[in-house]
């Protein structure tokens, strides 16, 4: 199989087209992978056929940021609301998804990345949780780029299932309730031990969270382009990371001079 990563635990051979600063890559990176519907109406197309170009998209993506030493990147996939679109579009996507899991595995998992996912993937077909739970199983001990793919993924429906946990744990005696706080809290997120996304990019144009990742966005610098997922290439990742190379993050503080 042909090997696209530049190899397995270094970015020694990488050429830095975009003149990004190799040595402040954010650790965690979170894209909204939104836009494939607008791709496909733009060629006349069904939309199916933007969501197959859109996990299509992903590939070249997870490539980077592994070359370039991302530790984690999270991709929104699917939604806790995207249910209510119609029963072949959510089928067509679950389907694309997992073929892209089965197609990917090997090329992943020789490249060093684990397989995570966040959400509440019990709601989801069993074959998709099963694909789900094997790769994450047979990649957990990898050492390199930590993909969360985003499935069934609501930020209200995490903290309310991060409520639910914590409580039981009070309830048990396992943590006392004055002893809680916001770390506390983190620990039950499906996040639980991965920084906060530094950077959140969103294609396609819109400018909102759509119920991603609410508690840990806290301090996360927002990215948007007009560019639709099934577009978005290695030069834009390029260009979001260059962009937050150059912000100020004072995170409450007043700017060092
Ligand atoms: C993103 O593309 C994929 C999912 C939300 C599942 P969309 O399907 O939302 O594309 P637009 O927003 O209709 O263009
Ligand atoms: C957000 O996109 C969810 C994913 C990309 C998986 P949506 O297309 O569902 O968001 P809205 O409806 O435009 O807010
Ligand atoms: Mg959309």
Sequence with gaps: MLNFFSSKKS?????????????????HIAIIMDGNGRWAKERRLPRTMGHKAG?????????????????YLT?????????????????????????????????????????NHIGD?????????Q?????????????????????????????VRAFKLMHEDIIKGKINENDINDNTLSN?????????????????????????????????EFWYSNIKWPDFKKENLHKAIYDYQNRDRRFGGVKQS
């Design 75 to 115: 991709l929104y996939a699917f939604s806790t609301e995207n249910w209510v679109r119609p029963k072949d579009e959510v089928s067509a996507l679950m389907s694309l998804l997992m073929e892209y899991l089965k197609k990917e595995f090997r090329e992943l998992d020789s490249n060093n990345v684990v397989i």
């Design 131 to 159: 694909e789900l739970i094997n790769a994450y199983e047979n990649t957990k001990h990898n050492t390199g780029l930590v993909l969360n793919l985003a499935l069934n993924y609501g930020g209200r429906d995490e903290l």
């Design 11 to 27: 970015n020694q051979n990488y050429t830095n087209e975009g003149n990004i600063d190799l040595k402040n890559i954010p650790k």
């Design 188 to 220: 039950y997120l499906d996040t639980k031990g991965m920084p906060d996304p530094d950077i959140i990019i969103r294609p396609s144009g819109e400018q909102r969270l759509s119920n991603f990742l609410l508690w840990q966005c806290a301090y996360s």
């Design 121 to 129: 993937i019990s709601k989801l077909p069993q074959v998709c949780q």
């Design 55 to 71: 996990v299509e998209a992903i590939r070249e993506i997870v490539k980077e940021c592994s070359n370039i030493g991302v530790k």
